[in-house]
Every structure is written in structure tokens, then in C-alpha cells.
């Protein structure tokens, strides 16, 4: 009998349409920030439906210019959940800030409005909260939480900029949720500025790369601000190279910027992927609801949540959480799986569970949900080369040797 075929984890769709584009901006003789990229961006704003968006050569390095241009600095806070990726408290310590790190809840597996509330004091700058596995938070409950008379009358401006907006700024980590809607609109329009991640294994990819989408108050002038921050994404100068290469070479450096920018190469990766992903966001959603569907009679475990009233998830990740599972019995889970050709995934180690964190301070047993959900949690293959065939061969597998384990 022929030996099944490994399923991997999360390849990136990469099709002849997306080679040849890349060809075709190698062959354009202008490979950089330039009309690829100026295209991508209109592209996503219609998209979102939202006016203002603008890409950089990461999720990581867009926000950590949003802290940036809202002034936060030594002594401020940022309130970020303590189940995230590295990146989300990276941003914060680059700053000389403090990530102040909050329990998620153990049903929606996100930060909720009630748990950061307590949080919220006079230090408090930014608000981050993660959409985990592509699941949206409750954005108009965390909307709430913050343009209250409460949070308001606690705030303590620094700056003119944070004058202005007279409260924290929500700053949404949607580095999994691009595609996600939340009240029949799509993630990106419900924060004052939503950062996405266009990485290798994410959903929607330029290999690397990020963006951010605008939503700030009326009263924030979108054009300066926009320029700003396509300055600051290439050390602050006051042209980019094709506005130097096509009009007079002299520019200025306004401020003393960083090297971030997306080039023609990355969006035009990120164009032909864009026009294919409400296809692609279909197969991944048939994807999910067939694993959740095959996992629905197994009492030993809990899907993740997919749909509710307000919410559709991105489908970015399966988490199938594995109730009262260890870590260690989870990771010999996975090492069978392995065996068997399927290859899966832990999201995240908690980040108390960090050095870098630890060192802080920071103590896993202060956010029990989080350590739980480590400990139980195992992401499945969700990817367009995937057919269901493949997905029942993964739920079969892992029903096998999570009963297996279960009962040893």
C-alpha cells in the first residue's frame, strides 16, 4: 500500500499567476515602493471598504510606527493580551514602554472588554487586543470601554496627538483576522487603526509584509498623517524613490525615520492574491466547518469558535483545544501525528511563559485561561491544498491518537 502523502501545515498558495507577476515587476526594471505597491493599497482599501490604508514590510514594524507616531514612550502602558505572538509585546519594550498583559476569555479565546477595564489608568497609552486565530474580539464592547466618561477622565495626555483623541488609542492586532467581519463589516473599520500581517503562513501573503487601516476620528487630518508615516517608513525622507526618480532628485529628511517600506515585488505577490481570496476565505471556511463538524461528538475536546451573531471568524487557524490535556502529552500528540505524515502546530506559548518576559516579572500562573489553553490546544492544517479527503484522513488520525493517549 502506498504511503499517504504528508499533509504539511500551512504552505502558502503560490500559483503561476502570482510567479508571473513577480516576473513581470523583474522585468518592469523598477522592483521597489512603486506603482505595484500604490495599486495594492487602493486594492485593499476597496477591499475594506475603508479610505486610508498604507503597507510596510510587516505587521511588526507598521505598529510599532503607530506607537510611535501616538508618542508612547518610557512610563506609558499598553494593554495587549498575555495569549499572543512575540511581536504584540515586542513593539511595546522597542518603544521603552510597558506591555500590560490581560487573561483571555476561555470560550472566545480573546481579551474582553470586562478584563481590560481594570487595567485602564492614567499610563494607560494604547489598547491592543488580538484577534486570535482569526476570531474577531467584541470591538464595539472594547469601543465602548474606551470612548466611556470613565476611561476618558482617566486618561493623561502627553502629547498633542493624544490631546486630541482624548482617550487611548485602539490599536487592533489583526495579524490573523484579514478576511474576519464583525457586525457584517469587515475587520479593519471598527478600531482606530487595524494592523494586518501579510507573512508566509498567513492567509493572505506578499511573503513578508503588513499593512495599516485608518479609521481615526474626522477631526485627524488622514493626508498628513498618511504622509507621515510613508516618510517614517523610509527614514523619514520627504520623497520616495520613484517620486525622486521621476520628478527632481532633491528631498529632505523630516525625522529620523526607519526602513520599512513594501516593495513592488511584496504587493505584487499581494494583488494577485487578493483578487483570489474571497474564493480562498470560502475553501478555508468549508475547511473549518468540516473539522468541526467531524470533532462535534468527541466530549474530549472543544472546537474553536467559527460564527456567532456579530462575528465570522478569518479561519486562519483551527485550534482544537484538548480538554484537561497536558503540554506534554499534547506534544507527543503531535509527534505521532508527525509519524503519520500531518504535520500541526501550538498557538501560542503564553508570553509569561517567556524569558524575556519572565525576566519582567511576568508569571504564567497569574493568567491561568491563557496556560490553559496552551496546554490544550493544538492547531490543525487549514490550507487551500487541502482537500477533504485530506481533512478527514487529519480528523481520523487525530481522534486516534488523541483516545489513544487519553486512555494509555
Not at 171 to 188: M, R
Request: proline fraction near 6%; hydrophobic fraction near 45%; include cysteine.
Amino acid at each position: 500500500m502506498p504511503a499517504s502523502k504528508p499533509i504539511g501545515f500551512a504552505p502558502p498558495p503560490i500559483d503561476e499567476d502570482t510567479i508571473a507577476a513577480v516576473t513581470s515587476v523583474l522585468r518592469s526594471g523598477w522592483i521597489t515602493s512603486g506603482p505595484e505597491l500604490a495599486a495594492f493599497e487602493e486594492e485593499l482599501a476597496a477591499f475594506l471598504k475603508t479610505p486610508h490604508v498604507a503597507c510596510f514590510s510587516s505587521w511588526t514594524a507598521a505598529c510599532e510606527l503607530v506607537l510611535r507616531w501616538f508618542g508612547v514612550g518610557p512610563g506609558d502602558e499598553v494593554i495587549i493580551p498575555a495569549m499572543t505572538y512575540a511581536a504584540t509585546a515586542n513593539i511595546v519594550l522597542h518603544c521603552g514602554a510597558t506591555p500590560v498583559m490581560v487573561d483571555i476569555d476561555p470560550t472566545n479565546r480573546v481579551v474582553s472588554a470586562s478584563a481590560i477595564r481594570p487595567f485602564i489608568r492614567a499610563q494607560t497609552k494604547v489598547v491592543m487586543p488580538v484577534d486570535l486565530g482569526g476570531w474577531p474580539v467584541d470591538y464595539n464592547a472594547i469601543n465602548s470601554l474606551l470612548d466611556s466618561a470613565e476611561t476618558r477622565t482617566v486618561f493623561q495626555p502627553k502629547n498633542d496627538r493624544q490631546a486630541q483623541l482624548a482617550r487611548p488609542l485602539f490599536l487592533s492586532d489583526a495579524a490573523h483576522s484579514f478576511g474576519a467581519t464583525y457586525d457584517g463589516i469587515a475587520v479593519g473599520r471598527q478600531a482606530d487603526i487595524t494592523g494586518f500581517s501579510f507573512h508566509a503562513v498567513k492567509n493572505l501573503t506578499t511573503a513578508e509584509g503588513g499593512a495599516l487601516a485608518f479609521n481615526l476620528p474626522v477631526s485627524f487630518d488622514m493626508d498628513k498623517i498618511l504622509g507621515w508615516f510613508k516618510a517614517m517608513a523610509l527614514h523619514g525622507q520627504s520623497k520616495s524613490a520613484l517620486e525622486k526618480t521621476t520628478g527632481s532628485w532633491h528631498y529632505d529628511v523630516v525625522e529620523a525615520g526607519y526602513k520599512c517600506n513594501m516593495t513592488d515585488l511584496q504587493a505584487a505577490i499581494g494583488r494577485t492574491q487578493l483578487r483570489k481570496y474571497p474564493k480562498q476565505l470560502q475553501r478555508r471556511a468549508s475547511i473549518a466547518r468540516i473539522y468541526a463538524a467531524g470533532f462535534k461528538d468527541c466530549t474530549w475536546c472543544q472546537v474553536p469558535p467559527l460564527e456567532d451573531a456579530l462575528r465570522t471568524s478569518s479561519y486562519h487557524l483551527f485550534q482544537l483545544r484538548i480538554k484537561g490535556i497536558s503540554a506534554m502529552l499534547r506534544d507527543g500528540i503531535m509527534q505521532n501525528l508527525k509519524g503519520r505524515g500531518i504535520a500541526t502546530n501550538v498557538h501560542f506559548q503564553p508570553l509569561p511563559m517567556l524569558t524575556v518576559h519572565q525576566r519582567r516579572g511576568e508569571r504564567v500562573a497569574d493568567y491561568p485561561e491563557s496556560a490553559q489553553l496552551f496546554e490544550e490546544s493544538l492547531s490543525l492544517p487549514i490550507h487551500l491544498e487541502l482537500s477533504d479527503e485530506d481533512v478527514a484522513r487529519v480528523i481520523r488520525a487525530v481522534q486516534e491518537e488523541v483516545e489513544t493517549a487519553l486512555n494509555a
